[in-house]
C-alpha cells in the first residue's frame, strides 16, 4: 500500500483488529461529542445533577459497548480466519498425500511396464536367435591311436579304428526352455575354402573319415541354459577336420503349470 508499506507485513488477525479498536474509537469519539454538547446545553437549560448523571451513565454504556462490540467483531474475523487456514491446511495435506500416492502408483506402473518391454525385447531377441540358429565350431586334429610293436609305418598311415579313439563333443548352449527342433551338422576338411553351405551333413551319416553321432545330446548347463551336445569320431591320422554345428530351436510363449514347457510347433527348415 503506498504511503503504508507497513500494512504488508501485517497478519489478517492483527488487521482485524485494528479495523474492531478503530471502529471502537470513532465510536467513541462520536459519542464524546454528542455528549459534549448535551453537556453544554444543559448548563444553558440548567438541567438537575441528577439527569446529567444519566446521561454520562448512557455514554459509559455506549461507549462500553462500543469496545465489547468491536472487540467481538475482531474476535470473530480472526476466528473465521484461524478456521479457514485450518480447512486449507487440511486440504493441503490431502492433496500432498493424493499426490504422493499418485506419484507412487505411476513409478509402480512404470518400472512393470518397463520390466514387461525389457523381458518382451529379450524374448524376442532370443526368438530371432533361435530361428537363425545358435553356431559352434572346433576343429578336430587327427586321431592317435594305439599301434602294436613291429606294425611299422603301415600300421601308421592306417585308418584309426572307432573302438580305439574318443569322440569329441561339440556343444551349443541355449536356453534351457527351448525346444530344439533342427540339428545341422558341416564337415569341412582342414585347408578346404568351400563355403559351410556346400560341406552339409546330416546326423548320422559318416563323411569320409568322420563319423557322426545318430542323435544330440541335452545336457544341463545352468538354471537358465542348457548344451545341445553331438559325438563326431574323426578316424584320419593324417589331417585335421573342421566341424560345425548349427541348432535352432523355439521358445514357447509361457510355460504349462507343472513348469514344463509347451511343445511348440515343429518347423520344417531348408535352411543351411
Not at 148 to 158: I, K
Not at 225 to 244: E, F, G, M, P, T
Not at 249 to 258: A, E, G, I, K, S
Request: hydrophobic residues 40%.
Amino acid at each position: 500500500m503506498l504511503g503504508f508499506p507497513f500494512l504488508h507485513e501485517l497478519t489478517p488477525n492483527v488487521i482485524a483488529a485494528l479495523v474492531g479498536a478503530g471502529a471502537t474509537l470513532v465510536a467513541a469519539v462520536i459519542n464524546l461529542r454528542i455528549a459534549w454538547r448535551r453537556e453544554v446545553l444543559d448548563r444553558l437549560n440548567k438541567r438537575s445533577p441528577k439527569g446529567r448523571r444519566g446521561l454520562l451513565a448512557a455514554i459509559t454504556i455506549l461507549v462500553v459497548a462500543s469496545g465489547v462490540g468491536g472487540y467481538a467483531a475482531a474476535l470473530y474475523l480472526m476466528q473465521n480466519d484461524q478456521q479457514s487456514t485450518r480447512a486449507m491446511r487440511v486440504e493441503l495435506r490431502q492433496r500432498i498425500a493424493e499426490i504422493k500416492d499418485a506419484t507412487s502408483r505411476l513409478e509402480q506402473t512404470r518400472v512393470g511396464d518397463r520390466a514387461s518391454i525389457e523381458t518382451e525385447v529379450r524374448l524376442r531377441e532370443e526368438r530371432r536367435r533361435g530361428g537363425e540358429g545358435v553356431v559352434a565350431t572346433t576343429r578336430i586334429g587327427p586321431c592317435r591311436a594305439r599301434v602294436l610293436s613291429g606294425t611299422g609305418d603301415a600300421a601308421e598311415s592306417a585308418p584309426c579304428k572307432e573302438n580305439e579313439i574318443a569322440p569329441v563333443g561339440i556343444c551349443v548352449s541355449v536356453p534351457a526352455a527351448a525346444s530344439v527342433y533342427e540339428v545341422t551338422p558341416y564337415l569341412r576338411a582342414e585347408g578346404d575354402g568351400a563355403p559351410w553351405e556346400e560341406r552339409r551333413a546330416a546326423l548320422g551319416a559318416t563323411v569320409g573319415s568322420v563319423q557322426l553321432a545318430a542323435h544330440q545330446v541335452e545336457r544341463p548347463d545352468s538354471a537358465t541354459l542348457k548344451n545341445i551336445c553331438i559325438d563326431v569320431w574323426s578316424l584320419d591320422r593324417q589331417h585335421a577336420v573342421d566341424a560345425r554345428v548349427v541348432v535352432r530351436y523355439l521358445l514357447p510363449d509361457r510355460p504349462d503349470t507343472t513348469g514344463s514347457v509347451q511343445e511348440p510347433l515343429r518347423a520344417a527348415s531348408t535352411r543351411p
